[in-house]
């Protein structure tokens, strides 16, 4: 069975602040891919990035950057120098390759920027 | 580049009425999927399909829903004979197909009332 956990619920900073989202996942598959996706307010789901488990490069874009971790099953995306318009629930995602594409969600994290 | 387009965004429905959601994917996308968000539970996965094909349907409640894409047109979700517990965001997102990246709507808001 897979499993996606993202044990901060919510996460509270000011403007300009590092912060990093955790996420853990569980699954049995050697192949997989990672995403995450923002939720900001007005409720639509954005995709930030997509990883397959051969790939542990860690990531940058622009404010963002993503740590992929396999020896402990972690995925972790770090906001630099955070905006209010970073303000949005945060999901992290597994799904695995072959069969069927399915999706499994960790909770999410709601991230408050406060100016 | 028109993405995933859902609509309506948000549906108000009598308990005992049909609610239907009509989701366009990407342009070029031929696999479909239909996500609930359910305020406790998270976002969880319904089905999947292709052009005129179901390929799971796992994560669809066994009475009262059902999906489809047909070979023209948007996907469907169905959902019959509402009750209030089906209250929810339903997210459509669409694929290039396996192993693609996954792009999702905007989400359709169903209220039951």
């Known amino acids: 069975a897979q499993k996606v956990t993202q044990a901060q619920t919510e996460i509270s900073v000011v403007e300009k602040e590092d912060v990093t989202l955790d996420c853990v996942y569980e699954?049995?598959?050697?192949?997989?891919?990672l995403f995450w996706y923002k939720q900001p307010p007005s409720g639509e789901l954005v995709f930030l990035i997509r990883?397959?488990?051969?790939?542990?490069q860690n990531e940058i874009s622009g404010r963002y950057s993503w740590n992929f971790q396999k020896s402990t099953s972690s995925f972790n995306f770090t906001i630099t120098a955070s905006q209010v318009v970073d303000s949005a629930v945060y999901f992290c995602?597994?799904?695995?390759?072959?069969?069927?594409?399915?999706?499994?969600f960790g909770k999410g994290t709601k991230l408050t920027v406060n100016p | 580049n028109a993405g995933v387009m859902q609509n309506p965004r948000h549906l108000v429905r009598r308990r005992g009425q049909e609610a239907r959601l009509r989701c366009s994917p990407m342009?070029?996308?031929?696999?479909v999927y239909w996500y609930r968000q359910l305020p406790e539970e998270g976002l969880k996965f319904m089905v999947y399909?292709?052009?005129?094909?179901?390929?799971?349907e796992s994560g669809m409640p066994k009475e009262r829903f059902s999906a489809e894409f047909p070979k023209e047109g948007p996907s469907i979700l169905r959902i019959q004979q509402v009750v209030r517990g089906d209250s929810a965001a339903y997210f459509c997102?669409?694929?290039?197909?396996?192993?693609?990246?996954?792009?999702f709507g905007e989400g359709s808001w169903l209220t039951v009332v």
């Open positions: 997102a669409s694929s290039l197909g396996q192993r693609n990246t996954i792009y």
């Open positions: 699954t049995r598959d050697t192949t997989y891919y």
């Open positions: 990883r397959n488990s051969f790939d542990e």
């Open positions: 995602a597994l799904i695995r390759q072959g069969g069927s594409e399915k999706l499994v």
């Open positions: 342009k070029g996308h031929s696999h």
């Open positions: 399909l292709q052009k005129e094909n179901i390929i799971d």
